[in-house]
Protein backbone atom coordinates (compact mmCIF):
# COMPACT_ATOMS: atom_id res chain seq x y z
CA UNK A 1 0.00 0.00 0.00
CA UNK A 2 3.37 2.06 0.12
CA UNK A 3 2.26 4.67 3.04
CA UNK A 4 -1.63 4.59 4.26
CA UNK A 5 -2.14 8.05 3.38
CA UNK A 6 0.06 8.16 0.23
CA UNK A 7 -2.54 4.93 -0.98
CA UNK A 8 -5.42 7.39 0.46
CA UNK A 9 -4.92 10.43 -1.43
CA UNK A 10 -4.30 7.88 -4.65
CA UNK A 11 -7.45 6.75 -3.95
CA UNK A 12 -9.70 9.73 -3.46
CA UNK A 13 -8.17 11.03 -6.92
CA UNK A 14 -9.15 7.42 -8.66
CA UNK A 15 -12.39 7.85 -7.10
CA UNK A 16 -12.77 11.20 -8.36
CA UNK A 17 -11.47 10.36 -12.07
CA UNK A 18 -13.15 6.52 -12.42
CA UNK A 19 -15.93 4.24 -11.43
CA UNK A 20 -14.44 1.26 -10.82
CA UNK A 21 -11.83 2.91 -8.21
CA UNK A 22 -10.22 0.95 -5.34
CA UNK A 23 -11.81 1.91 -1.83
CA UNK A 24 -10.82 4.06 1.02
CA UNK A 25 -9.70 3.02 4.19
CA UNK A 26 -12.62 4.79 5.92
CA UNK A 27 -11.67 6.80 8.63
CA UNK A 28 -8.05 7.84 6.93
CA UNK A 29 -8.90 10.02 3.84
CA UNK A 30 -10.10 12.81 5.59
CA UNK A 31 -9.46 12.74 9.03
CA UNK A 32 -12.66 14.62 10.43
CA UNK A 33 -15.03 14.23 7.66
CA UNK A 34 -16.67 11.03 8.34
CA UNK A 35 -20.32 10.86 9.63
CA UNK A 36 -23.18 7.99 9.57
CA UNK A 37 -25.75 9.32 7.13
CA UNK A 38 -29.11 8.99 7.70
CA UNK A 39 -28.59 8.18 11.43
CA UNK A 40 -30.25 9.28 14.82
CA UNK A 41 -29.20 10.99 18.00
CA UNK A 42 -28.11 8.68 20.34
CA UNK A 43 -29.45 8.53 23.91
CA UNK A 44 -27.69 8.99 27.04
CA UNK A 45 -26.62 5.70 27.91
CA UNK A 46 -27.75 4.53 24.78
CA UNK A 47 -24.35 3.08 23.49
CA UNK A 48 -22.56 2.61 27.07
CA UNK A 49 -19.62 0.35 24.91
CA UNK A 50 -18.36 3.11 22.53
CA UNK A 51 -15.59 4.65 22.02
CA UNK A 52 -13.78 7.77 20.67
CA UNK A 53 -10.19 7.76 19.84
CA UNK A 54 -8.00 10.58 19.89
CA UNK A 55 -5.28 12.30 19.32
CA UNK A 56 -3.31 14.15 21.90
CA UNK A 57 -5.32 17.73 20.46
CA UNK A 58 -8.40 15.90 21.65
CA UNK A 59 -9.77 15.51 18.22
CA UNK A 60 -11.63 12.45 17.25
CA UNK A 61 -10.09 10.22 14.21
CA UNK A 62 -11.69 6.98 14.63
CA UNK A 63 -13.92 5.05 16.87
CA UNK A 64 -13.98 1.93 19.64
CA UNK A 65 -16.08 -0.66 21.34
CA UNK A 66 -15.01 -1.53 25.20
CA UNK A 67 -14.82 -5.26 25.72
CA UNK A 68 -13.60 -5.67 28.60
CA UNK A 69 -12.39 -3.30 31.50
CA UNK A 70 -8.90 -3.22 30.80
CA UNK A 71 -9.76 -3.60 26.35
CA UNK A 72 -10.81 -1.50 23.40
CA UNK A 73 -12.09 -3.52 19.61
CA UNK A 74 -11.12 -1.21 16.93
CA UNK A 75 -9.40 -1.42 13.43
CA UNK A 76 -5.81 -2.13 12.96
CA UNK A 77 -5.54 0.84 10.41
CA UNK A 78 -7.24 3.69 12.83
CA UNK A 79 -3.68 2.95 14.87
CA UNK A 80 -1.06 1.11 13.00
CA UNK A 81 1.10 4.45 12.34
CA UNK A 82 0.53 5.80 15.86
CA UNK A 83 1.75 4.99 19.22
CA UNK A 84 0.30 3.73 22.38
CA UNK A 85 0.94 7.48 23.99
CA UNK A 86 -0.56 8.99 21.49
CA UNK A 87 -3.75 7.83 21.38
CA UNK A 88 -6.44 8.77 24.55
CA UNK A 89 -9.81 6.90 24.50
CA UNK A 90 -12.68 8.63 25.47
CA UNK A 91 -15.65 7.06 27.06
CA UNK A 92 -18.76 7.55 29.37
CA UNK A 93 -21.07 9.69 27.22
CA UNK A 94 -23.09 9.86 23.86
CA UNK A 95 -21.23 13.20 23.73
CA UNK A 96 -17.84 14.46 22.92
CA UNK A 97 -17.63 17.22 24.75
CA UNK A 98 -18.40 15.47 27.70
CA UNK A 99 -16.44 11.69 27.50
CA UNK A 100 -13.78 10.96 30.05
CA UNK A 101 -10.16 10.15 28.85
CA UNK A 102 -8.62 7.21 29.55
CA UNK A 103 -4.72 6.73 28.39
CA UNK A 104 -3.57 3.99 26.42
CA UNK A 105 -0.52 1.92 27.42
CA UNK A 106 -0.68 -0.89 24.80
CA UNK A 107 -1.82 -1.37 20.45
CA UNK A 108 -1.60 -4.89 19.58
CA UNK A 109 -2.52 -5.14 16.15
CA UNK A 110 -3.53 -8.24 14.02
CA UNK A 111 -0.28 -9.73 12.79
CA UNK A 112 -2.07 -10.95 9.77
CA UNK A 113 -3.70 -7.27 8.75
CA UNK A 114 -2.75 -6.59 5.04
CA UNK A 115 -2.81 -2.62 4.13
CA UNK A 116 -3.09 -3.67 0.69
CA UNK A 117 -5.85 -5.61 0.96
CA UNK A 118 -7.74 -4.52 4.47
CA UNK A 119 -7.83 -7.91 5.57
CA UNK A 120 -8.09 -8.68 9.12
CA UNK A 121 -7.99 -5.47 9.70
CA UNK A 122 -8.42 -5.24 13.57
CA UNK A 123 -6.91 -4.41 16.80
CA UNK A 124 -7.11 -4.12 20.36
CA UNK A 125 -6.09 -1.26 22.67
CA UNK A 126 -5.43 -1.60 26.66
CA UNK A 127 -6.06 1.77 28.76
CA UNK A 128 -3.65 2.37 30.78
CA UNK A 129 -6.10 1.85 34.16
CA UNK A 130 -9.38 -0.49 34.54
CA UNK A 131 -12.34 0.83 32.90
CA UNK A 132 -14.77 1.43 35.74
CA UNK A 133 -18.03 0.23 34.72
CA UNK A 134 -21.27 2.27 35.29
CA UNK A 135 -24.87 2.64 33.64
CA UNK A 136 -22.71 5.01 31.35
CA UNK A 137 -19.85 2.61 30.41
CA UNK A 138 -20.20 -0.84 30.08
CA UNK A 139 -18.53 -3.64 27.46
CA UNK A 140 -20.45 -5.02 24.81
CA UNK A 141 -19.79 -9.02 23.95
CA UNK A 142 -17.98 -10.29 21.20
CA UNK A 143 -20.08 -11.22 18.18
CA UNK A 144 -19.81 -15.83 18.21
CA UNK A 145 -21.69 -16.68 14.97
CA UNK A 146 -21.74 -16.51 11.15
CA UNK A 147 -23.85 -13.18 10.69
CA UNK A 148 -25.19 -13.53 6.87
CA UNK A 149 -27.19 -11.72 4.95
CA UNK A 150 -31.10 -9.82 5.65
CA UNK A 151 -29.75 -8.65 9.79
CA UNK A 152 -30.86 -5.67 11.30
CA UNK A 153 -27.47 -4.84 12.65
CA UNK A 154 -26.66 -0.79 14.25
CA UNK A 155 -23.60 1.13 13.32
CA UNK A 156 -22.81 3.79 15.31
CA UNK A 157 -20.04 6.71 15.62
CA UNK A 158 -19.28 10.57 15.71
CA UNK A 159 -19.19 13.10 12.56
CA UNK A 160 -20.99 14.75 10.09
CA UNK A 161 -24.57 14.12 9.34
CA UNK A 162 -23.88 15.51 6.07
CA UNK A 163 -21.48 16.65 3.88
CA UNK A 164 -21.38 20.13 4.37
CA UNK A 165 -22.88 19.85 8.24
CA UNK A 166 -21.03 20.71 11.60
CA UNK A 167 -19.64 18.11 13.31
CA UNK A 168 -22.11 16.61 15.70
CA UNK A 169 -21.61 16.68 19.70
CA UNK A 170 -24.21 13.66 19.55
CA UNK A 171 -23.41 10.27 18.37
CA UNK A 172 -24.91 9.14 15.82
CA UNK A 173 -26.38 5.48 14.83
CA UNK A 174 -28.59 3.79 12.40
CA UNK A 175 -30.04 0.46 11.65
CA UNK A 176 -28.61 -1.26 8.50
CA UNK A 177 -28.96 -4.57 7.16
CA UNK A 178 -26.46 -7.11 6.18
CA UNK A 179 -25.79 -8.84 2.64
CA UNK A 180 -24.21 -11.93 2.15
CA UNK A 181 -20.73 -12.03 0.70
CA UNK A 182 -22.13 -13.09 -2.76
CA UNK A 183 -24.61 -9.83 -2.36
CA UNK A 184 -21.76 -7.55 -1.45
CA UNK A 185 -19.82 -8.37 -4.17
CA UNK A 186 -22.30 -8.23 -6.87
CA UNK A 187 -22.81 -4.39 -5.67
CA UNK A 188 -19.22 -3.54 -5.58
CA UNK A 189 -17.05 -3.34 -8.93
CA UNK A 190 -14.83 -6.01 -9.81
CA UNK A 191 -11.44 -4.48 -8.08
CA UNK A 192 -13.60 -4.04 -5.01
CA UNK A 193 -15.20 -7.38 -5.40
CA UNK A 194 -11.90 -9.31 -4.81
CA UNK A 195 -11.24 -7.31 -1.16
CA UNK A 196 -14.49 -9.09 -0.09
CA UNK A 197 -13.25 -11.99 2.15
CA UNK A 198 -15.02 -14.64 4.17
CA UNK A 199 -13.53 -12.29 7.17
CA UNK A 200 -15.20 -9.18 6.28
CA UNK A 201 -19.05 -8.64 6.74
CA UNK A 202 -21.14 -6.01 4.51
CA UNK A 203 -24.17 -3.98 4.91
CA UNK A 204 -25.87 -2.15 2.96
CA UNK A 205 -29.80 -0.59 3.10
CA UNK A 206 -30.57 2.00 1.07
CA UNK A 207 -28.75 4.94 -0.54
CA UNK A 208 -28.07 8.50 1.76
CA UNK A 209 -28.20 5.88 4.79
CA UNK A 210 -24.39 4.15 6.40
CA UNK A 211 -20.90 4.89 7.09
CA UNK A 212 -18.10 7.59 6.29
CA UNK A 213 -14.88 8.49 6.82
CA UNK A 214 -13.96 8.79 10.83
CA UNK A 215 -16.52 5.68 11.64
CA UNK A 216 -13.55 3.52 11.26
CA UNK A 217 -13.05 1.34 13.99
CA UNK A 218 -16.46 1.40 15.07
CA UNK A 219 -18.85 -1.19 15.83
CA UNK A 220 -21.18 -2.84 14.48
CA UNK A 221 -23.76 -4.35 16.90
CA UNK A 222 -26.47 -7.19 16.17
CA UNK A 223 -28.38 -8.87 19.05
CA UNK A 224 -26.21 -6.68 21.85
CA UNK A 225 -22.82 -8.25 20.48
CA UNK A 226 -20.02 -6.37 18.30
CA UNK A 227 -20.29 -8.30 15.14
CA UNK A 228 -18.27 -6.12 13.08
CA UNK A 229 -15.51 -3.38 13.08
CA UNK A 230 -15.72 -0.44 10.36
CA UNK A 231 -13.07 -1.09 7.63
CA UNK A 232 -13.77 0.62 4.71
CA UNK A 233 -16.47 1.56 2.00
CA UNK A 234 -16.68 3.62 -1.23
CA UNK A 235 -17.24 6.78 -0.60
CA UNK A 236 -20.39 8.16 1.81
CA UNK A 237 -23.42 6.14 1.52
CA UNK A 238 -23.78 6.28 -2.28
CA UNK A 239 -25.34 3.17 -3.31
CA UNK A 240 -22.47 0.85 -2.40
CA UNK A 241 -22.17 -1.59 0.57
CA UNK A 242 -19.94 -0.65 4.04
CA UNK A 243 -17.69 -3.66 4.78
CA UNK A 244 -16.46 -4.28 8.24
CA UNK A 245 -13.85 -6.88 9.16
CA UNK A 246 -16.05 -9.74 11.20
CA UNK A 247 -15.66 -10.40 15.00
CA UNK A 248 -16.60 -13.59 14.89
CA UNK A 249 -13.50 -14.83 12.29
CA UNK A 250 -11.14 -13.25 14.78
CA UNK A 251 -12.83 -14.19 18.19
CA UNK A 252 -10.27 -16.55 19.07
CA UNK A 253 -7.40 -13.93 18.67
CA UNK A 254 -8.93 -11.25 20.60
CA UNK A 255 -9.40 -13.69 23.88
CA UNK A 256 -6.38 -14.67 23.29
CA UNK A 257 -4.94 -11.26 23.65
CA UNK A 258 -7.08 -9.66 26.73
CA UNK A 259 -7.22 -12.80 28.61
CA UNK A 260 -3.56 -12.82 29.15
Known amino acids: MMMRYQWCILVLLSL ?49 AII ?11 ISDRTASSINAFIGSHLLSEAVSMGVSALVIHPQFNENTMINDIAVTRTREAIVYSNLIQPIALGSGYIGGSIIAIAS ?10 LPNTLQWVNLGTLTNDECKARLSPGNAE ?60 LGIINQ
Open 16 to 64: LAASHARNVPVGYQIPLEGYIVGGSNAARGQFPYQVSLRNLASIHFCGG
Open 68 to 78: SDWWILTAAHC
Open 157 to 166: GWGRTSENGP
Open 195 to 254: LIFDSTVCTFTRTDEGICYGDAGGPLNSANAVVGIVSWGVRCAISYPDVYTRVSTHRAWI
